[in-house]
């Protein structure tokens, strides 16, 4: 691993929260790293539960922003989800859907076990060619700014100790050490590109 960047992707469900802080702490370490959601579209907070502000993949984080303070400066301001947009807006344009992303990575965090399940799902059902393995990892954290940051340390700390090991073969080592240290399971799966 010593002799190349590591190649990193964080996935959460929408590439807004989660994937965003990992992908924003990752980038200022000095790694390639692209962040992306997994899910059909993207859904952010509402008032109410039952009524998220839902938009397409293909919508910047301006133009979700914008709308969501036409629609309720004073709520989502309150919430932090304009903060939110607006640091990830300085990183990229628009929220990225992992299905759709043909490049290749070293290792793939996932934030949540249904966004990890579906990443599995993907990268096996998806045609291999270069037998290239890639390692993804399910950090759990909670979807809010505070669980968001906790887990973006949690991913950049494993991230630097891949970088500092000679190779991959030390990466079960690696996820035993965090489990001992943070008392939470790291689910991990080899798939193929």
């Known amino acids: 691993m010593?002799?190349?960047?590591?190649?990193?992707a964080?996935?959460?469900t929408s590439n807004v929260n989660r994937s965003m802080e990992a992908h924003s702490l990752l980038e200022r370490k000095g790694f390639s790293v692209r962040s992306f959601g997994a899910g059909s579209r993207v859904r952010l907070p509402g008032r109410r539960p039952d009524l998220p502000a839902v938009y397409d993949f293909a919508t910047t984080y301006r133009q979700m922003h914008d709308d969501l303070l036409r629609k309720d400066r004073e709520f989502y301001t309150q919430n932090g989800i304009l903060h939110i947009l607006g640091r990830n807006e300085r990183i990229k344009p628009r929220p990225e859907r992992f299905q759709e992303c043909t490049e290749s990575f070293d290792v793939i965090f996932?934030?949540?076990?249904?966004?990890y399940?579906?990443?599995?799902?993907?990268?096996?059902?998806?045609k291999q060619g270069t037998l290239q393995p890639v390692h993804v990892i399910n950090v759990g954290?909670?979807?809010d700014p505070e669980g968001a940051t906790l887990g973006a340390f949690?991913?950049?700390e494993l991230c630097q100790r891949l970088q500092e090991a000679a190779d991959m073969d030390k990466l079960?080592?690696?996820?035993?050490q965090a489990e001992e240290k943070t008392g939470k399971a790291f689910p991990h799966t080899v798939c193929f590109y």
């Not at 079960?172 to 035993?176: E, F, P, Q, T, V």
């Open 2 to 8: 010593p002799s190349s960047p590591l190649r990193v």
């Open 10 to 12: 964080v996935v959460c």
């Open 110 to 115: 996932t934030c949540e076990e249904r966004v």
């Open 117 to 126: 399940d579906r990443v599995v799902e993907h990268l096996s059902s998806r």
């Open 141 to 143: 954290m909670a979807d």
């Open 154 to 156: 949690l991913i950049c």
């Open 172 to 176: 079960a080592g690696l996820l035993r």
